[in-house]
């Protein structure tokens, strides 16, 4: 029964993300080119709406859907690997024109093309869980 929740709410957000045009290829385009506003009006909300949530969850002790407490530990203080890995996730949403979440929005949308791409992002997954532990972490 949990899980309908999650399905009722990833439809939700792929039906608004659609909507929205965040999953269109031409917005993420025009993004890197510097020529609009929109998709990072998109990414400035969601990030102060999650800055904000989770002070709410830390400071508010909510529970999980299990009843479990929420702890969120704090993240090392790391350059490079956040440089590093930032890049390749930029360079990989550039050139797919697509980022995770809207690669399977466009894919349930009919855009058969776009699982050339998600192929190449479970490779790209499948080559960091081989190559994970010669990384620097």
């Known amino acids: 029964m949990k899980n309908i929740y999650f399905m009722i709410v990833g439809t ?3 039906i608004t993300l659609y909507k929205s ?14 020529d609009s506003f929109h998709m990072y009006g998109i990414i400035g909300s969601a990030l102060v709406v999650g800055i904000i949530l989770v ?3 830390k400071r508010s002790k909510v529970k999980s859907f299990f009843g479990e407490p929420i702890k969120i530990e704090d993240k090392e203080k790391s350059f490079t690997r956040y440089i590093a890995g930032g890049t390749l996730f930029g360079l990989g949403w550039a050139l ?16 058969w093309p ?13 080559l960091y869980g081989v190559l994970s ?3 620097p972490h």
């Open 133 to 135: 532990p010669k990384l």
């Open 55 to 57: 002070q709410v969850i």
């Open 114 to 126: 776009i699982f050339v791409v998600i192929f190449g992002a479970l490779l790209g997954a499948f």
């Open 96 to 111: 797919a024109g697509a980022c995770p979440g809207p690669m399977y929005i466009l894919a349930g949308a009919g855009y």
């Open 12 to 14: 939700v957000l792929g």
């Open 21 to 34: 045009e965040a999953a269109s290829w031409f917005r993420i385009y025009e993004m890197f080119q510097f």
